[in-house]
Structures are given as C-alpha cells and as structure tokens.
Antibody
Framework: EAQLAASGGGLAQPGGSLRLSCAAS????????MGWVRQAPGKGLEWISY????????FYADSVKGRFTISRDNAENSLYLQMNSLRAEDTAVYYC??????????????WGQGTLVTVSS | EIVMTQSPATLSVSPGERATLSCRAS??????LAWYQQRPGQAPRFIIY???TRATGIPARFSGTGSGTEFTLTISGLQSEDFAVYYC?????????FGGGTKVEIK
C-alpha cells in the first residue's frame, strides 16, 4: 500500500526558511503527480502546490507563489517543498499527498501524516 | 478562484441517523468534486470523487449527489467512526480549492 511520510517541520523565524521532505513508498513514485496541502491550526485545508511526475508541470497557490518551491527526486522517491520568506500566516500542518490518477482532474488519494511548521519570533 | 462554501459548519446527529452535508461552488465545477473525511489528529481521507463515486474501501453508506454548483454528501446510518470533519474540493479549475468543512458531531 502507498505510504507517505512528511518531515522537516519545526520552528522558523519570520523571513526564515525551511525545507520539507516527503518520503514515498509502496507505489511507483515517478508515475504519480504529487501535491502539498496545508492546514492552519483549527482551520480548513488549503492546497498550495502541485508537481507532475516528470516535474514538467508545476502550480502554486497565490499565497505562496514566489516564496515556495516544489520539487521531486524520482530516484529517491522523495517530494520536497522549499519554503522561503516565511510569514506567521504560513504556520500550519503541511501534508504531502498523491494524486488519484484513475480519472481526470486532481484529487488526492493518499496523504502523509503531516509535519507542523511554526513561524514565530 | 472558485470559492467552495460548506454548510452547516456543524451538524449534530445521533448514531444510526442520516447526515446530509452541503457544498456550494461559486461557479460551475461540472462533476469535478471530491469529498474528504478528517478525523481528529489524522490526515484527510479520500472518500468520494466525481461527485458520486466512492473511493476504494469506502462503505456504501457514503453517497454523493449534485452537479454544477450544488453538491451533497449523505452518510446513512452514522457509525461512531463517521464523526469527523468533511471537506469538499473542486478540481475543475486551478487553483484547487476546498470548502471550509462541516463537522459531524454526536448529538
């Protein structure tokens, strides 16, 4: 069965950087598009980024565009999110998720357990 | 950006009863609508896509209907593990957007 394990969260200062990782196992990682979705404390879900299997297609939410960079290493079965210029409003649990590829459009069928990012001085 | 609005914010239902959750899109998303369940402290779980198709392993008591801008998730015969927060998500347009969630709590 597919498994995703996110890591790299922690405390960062405003204006600082963090790099999140997501280790994938149990499926052919390179065949799947992936995404990051975050959830601020006590709030709902917010999609923030998407990357296709070959990294040729990348999208960002406006809230993170220009500050966050999504990437992947298919040889290492890993997904990444480089977060720069962090703001207090970036405080959230960050989930990596796998795209459900059986139909068109982007929905997420497997989710990692999430990693908490706290931005505070 | 397509805004997804869910109602009610909280739904109090007795075990064994039916829960009806609503999701409205600010413009048509055709049939590109998914639902997720999130239990406390857990990651979201994929339960429905294409408005009405249950994901693998999802029991038949979960059903989805609707089209265009109005959608409904119905949970029949609520069981203890169904008390959770439910989110709708549109995937018709970028950016992907989620509704604010409906919490189904025990009455």
């Amino acid at each position: 069965e597919a498994q995703l394990a996110a890591s790299g969260g922690g405390l960062a200062q405003p204006g600082g950087s963090l790099r999140l990782s997501c280790a994938a196992s149990g499926f052919s990682f390179s065949s799947y598009s992936m995404g990051w979705v975050r959830q601020a404390p006590g709030k709902g879900l917010e999609w923030i980024s998407y990357i296709s299997g070959s990294s040729t297609t990348i999208f960002y939410a406006d809230s993170v565009k220009g500050r966050f960079t999504i990437s992947r290493d298919n040889a290492e079965n890993s997904l990444y999110l480089q977060m720069n210029s962090l703001r207090a409003e970036d405080t959230a649990v960050y989930y990596c998720a796998r795209e459900y590829m059986e139909v068109g459009g982007v929905q997420f069928d497997y989710w990692g357990q999430g990693t908490l990012v706290t931005v505070s001085s | 950006e397509i805004v997804m609005t869910q109602s009610p914010a909280t739904l109090s239902v007795s075990p064994g009863e039916r829960a009806t959750l609503s999701c409205r899109a600010s413009q048509s998303v055709n049939s590109n609508l998914a639902w997720y369940q999130q239990r406390p402290g857990q990651a979201p779980r994929f339960i429905i896509y294409g408005v009405s198709t249950r994901a693998t392993g999802i029991p038949a008591r979960f059903s989805g209907t609707g089209s265009g801008t109005e959608f409904t998730l119905t949970i029949s015969g609520l069981q203890s593990e169904d008390f959770a927060v439910y989110y709708c998500q549109q995937y018709n347009n970028w950016p992907l957007t989620f509704g604010g969630g409906t919490k189904v709590e025990i009455k």
